[in-house]
Nanobody
Framework: EVQLVESGGGLVQAGGSLRLSCAAS????????IGWFRQAPGKEREGVSC????????YYADSVKGRFTISSDNAENTVYLQMNSLKPEDTAVYYC????????????????????????WGQGTQVTVPS
């Protein structure tokens, strides 16, 4: 059974940092890309970042470039999202998800963070940055 479990969310002041973790099980981790998404109340789900475990390619939304870093520990089957310089607009529930197609991502970068390209999702972890 495919499972993705997020952790590491919390409340942090603006300008602070958090590291989210996504622990994966039930599939061959090295074969799949893993993405991070977020959804704030009343807003659509937004793709944040993605990493390919096949070739280590990474992708970021413009809103987080230069502040967030995605990484993967293949020995631990875990993907991390290091979030620095957090802003109130980063407040959301953060989800990790598995990219539907195994292997290297063969899409233009602007299409990688579309939520419908992912098939399994975690339960989410709340990140709150007060204004």
């Amino acid at each position: 059974e495919v499972q993705l479990v997020e952790s590491g969310g919390g409340l942090v002041q603006a300008g602070g940092s958090l590291r989210l973790s996504c622990a994966a099980s039930g599939f061959t981790f090295d074969d799949y890309s893993i993405g991070w998404f977020r959804q704030a109340p009343g807003k659509e789900r937004e793709g944040v970042s993605c990493i390919s475990n096949s070739d280590d390619s990474t992708y970021y939304a413009d809103s987080v470039k230069g502040r967030f870093t995605i990484s993967s520990d293949n020995a631990e089957n875990t993907v991390y999202l290091q979030m620095n310089s957090l802003k109130p607009e980063d407040t959301a529930v953060y989800y990790c998800a598995r990219f539907r197609t195994p292997g290297s991502i063969r899409l233009p970068g602007r299409w990688v963070l579309s939520w419908y390209r992912y098939d399994y999702w975690g339960q989410g972890t709340q990140v709150t940055v007060p204004s």
